[in-house]
């Protein structure tokens, strides 16, 4: 008999929600539905709307932008506290997972239809090498997988808020510059959404939003557009590379994220991010081999999420 699953990828910006049933033909999604974070004061509200009244799900998970115990969390982002335990007495639900973001993300990789994960460099992959997923949004999200297949063991981690290194005359200056801000500086603060509006101000841009300046870029209609997603990219791109040598990660490094997906299919954006990767200095040849790949599918962690739901629901 196939039994109810509730998944969520939960966000700073977006939360997208899933019913699905699963049984011995596996995972088939029932509906989604996608939310704006921030008009909602909490998680509560949505579920009540999604469900509406209908029959219980017998597990849940969901992908939280922000560390987590696996029973409580909280969003980084937004003023969000989610227990587990609220959640399974308040909606029912048989068992409730909390688990970070991107190791969500991780264990929706196998999950991917083949055609949404796109090349951006070959490299020389090494079958059951680490790999390493990481993805700018809201924030800075990273995970590393070990091992192969179904027997990937997935370790979360809050990468994005390691210290931001500077490669170039005009890095170092923007680094100095927010410095003088938040007497820190995070990869985060330049590697994201809000990262990518920074530097467009920082070089003189009047646009306030990263759609506005993804859109003005892409289309030429501001050069100082162009300029910022080249420097975001680049910035990127270097981080990516640190961290496909801490894990050497020659099994691939995977890109999740909207950003990354409208920013990187252009020529240019994706050789920014590459050539950034790869300047590894006596290393280049090491990060070359690394195989990078754009994941193109907005539901990746939701997918996760539903995996987690159902193995959860079998081991009990």
């Known amino acids: 008999m196939n039994a109810l699953l509730l998944g969520g ?3 700073g910006t977006k939360t997208l ?5 699963v049984g011995a033909a596996g995972i088939s999604i029932l509906r989604e539905q996608r939310y704006a974070s921030g008009e909602h004061d909490g998680l509560a509200p949505l579920l009540h709307d999604f469900l509406a009244g209908g029959p219980a799900p017998a597990a849940a998970c969901f992908g939280v932008a922000g560390p987590t115990d696996g029973r409580t969390a909280d969003l980084t982002y937004l003023p969000w506290h989610l227990s587990a335990a609220d959640l399974e007495h308040g909606f029912g639900i048989g068992q409730v997972e909390l688990v970070n973001d991107f190791a969500a993300a991780a264990h929706g990789l196998p999950l991917v239809a083949s055609q949404r994960i796109l090349p951006l460099q070959a490299g020389k992959p090494l079958s059951g090498a680490p790999r390493v997923i990481l993805g700018a ?3 800075l999200g990273v ?3 070990i091992g192969t ?11 994005g808020h390691m210290g931001y290194s500077p490669q170039t005359p005009d890095e170092l200056k923007l680094a100095e510059a927010l410095l003088a801000q938040t007497g820190r500086v995070s990869v985060e603060d330049v590697v994201s959404g809000p990262g990518l509006v920074r530097i467009h101000a920082f070089l003189g841009g009047r646009l306030k939003t990263p759609a506005e300046i993804g859109a003005a870029a892409l289309d030429g209609s501001d050069p100082l557009a162009r300029r910022a997603t080249d420097m975001w990219l680049s910035a990127y791109g270097a981080f ?3 961290l496909a040598l801490q894990w050497l990660a020659r099994g691939g490094v995977y890109l999740a994220g909207g950003m990354a997906a409208k920013l990187m299919p252009q020529g240019r954006g994706a050789a920014a991010f590459v050539n950034a990767f790869n300047a590894k200095r006596e290393h280049r040849s090491l990060a070359e ?3 990078i790949r754009l994941v193109a599918e907005e539901r990746l962690g939701l997918l996760g999420a539903l ?3 159902a193995a959860r629901l079998q081991t009990g």
């Open 9 to 11: 990828d939960i966000g």
């Open 17 to 21: 929600l899933a019913l699905a049933s």
């Open 137 to 139: 949004g809201t924030g």
């Open 143 to 145: 995970a590393g997988l």
């Open 149 to 159: 297949g179904g027997d990937s063991q997935v370790v979360p981690g809050e990468g």
């Open 240 to 242: 990516a590379g640190d």
């Open 289 to 291: 081999s690394m195989p």
């Open 307 to 309: 995996a987690l739901a």
